[in-house]
Structures are given as structure tokens and as C-alpha cells.
């Protein structure tokens, strides 16, 4: 069993940045695929970005060139650096984990196994 609790959302001004952390208990998340969610009011969760285990990483459209995920594994936590914020990038975000033995991460939610709570990112214009 893994463990994820987010942290690091609040509320920023369009063109901030905040960095959001995911830390892991219960296992390590070496050898594990790792995404970012976020999910918007009315709306679908959706896929922000994910890291495999091997080191492939994908972003969204929507949010690539101003988003970075990062892991450090001394610490079993995972990172989503967020810059140049939007007011469309406002959501609850989520990290994700899962044991896919793939070398590409899953897109979809349905691929993962484990949550955490979930942090609220509010960017006002």
C-alpha cells in the first residue's frame, strides 16, 4: 500500500507560480509510474503530467513549457513545479501512483491505483 498526501496549493495571481509536493509513505515510489491530475469544477479529471519509472515524463498541452514534475527519491516525494500561472489552470490537483511495469506512464486515472486528498490551486486574474 502506498500513501500519497498533497500539499503546496493555495491561491496565486495569474503569472505566479506555486510548487506543489506529494509525499509518499507505505512504500517506496522507486519503480512506480506518478502522474498529476487536476479536476475543475463541472469538469472531467485530467491528466497534467506523468513521470515513469524508467524516467519518461509527458505533459498536457495545456500546461507544457510552464509545468515540471520532479521526483526526489531520498525523500519519496514528487513534485509539480507550476509557473506562468492561468486562470484556467484552477482545480483541485492530485498525484497519482501506481505499479504499471510500463515504460511509458498511464494518461488515464482509471490507470492508478493510488490517490492522495488532493489540493486546491485557485489562480485569480
Known amino acids: 500500500q502506498v500513501q500519497l498526501v498533497e500539499s503546496g496549493g493555495g491561491l496565486v495571481q495569474a503569472g505566479g507560480s506555486l510548487r506543489l509536493s506529494c509525499a509518499a509513505s507505505?512504500?517506496?515510489?522507486?519503480?512506480?509510474?506518478v502522474g498529476w491530475f487536476r479536476q475543475a469544477p463541472g469538469k472531467e479529471r485530467e491528466v497534467v503530467g506523468t513521470?515513469?519509472?524508467?524516467?519518461?515524463?509527458y505533459y498536457a498541452d495545456s500546461v507544457k513549457g510552464r509545468f515540471t514534475i520532479s521526483r526526489d527519491n531520498a525523500k519519496n516525494t514528487l513534485y509539480l513545479q507550476t509557473n506562468s500561472l492561468k486562470p484556467e489552470d484552477t482545480a483541485v490537483y492530485y498525484c497519482?501512483?501506481?505499479?504499471?511495469?510500463?515504460?511509458?506512464?498511464?494518461?488515464?486515472?482509471?490507470?492508478?491505483?493510488?490517490w492522495g486528498q488532493g489540493t486546491q490551486v485557485t489562480v485569480s486574474s
Open positions: 497519482a501512483a501506481d505499479r504499471q511495469w510500463t515504460l511509458v506512464a498511464e494518461k488515464e486515472p482509471s490507470g492508478y491505483d493510488y
Open positions: 507505505g512504500r517506496t515510489l522507486r519503480g512506480y509510474n
Open positions: 513521470n515513469s519509472w524508467s524516467g519518461h515524463t
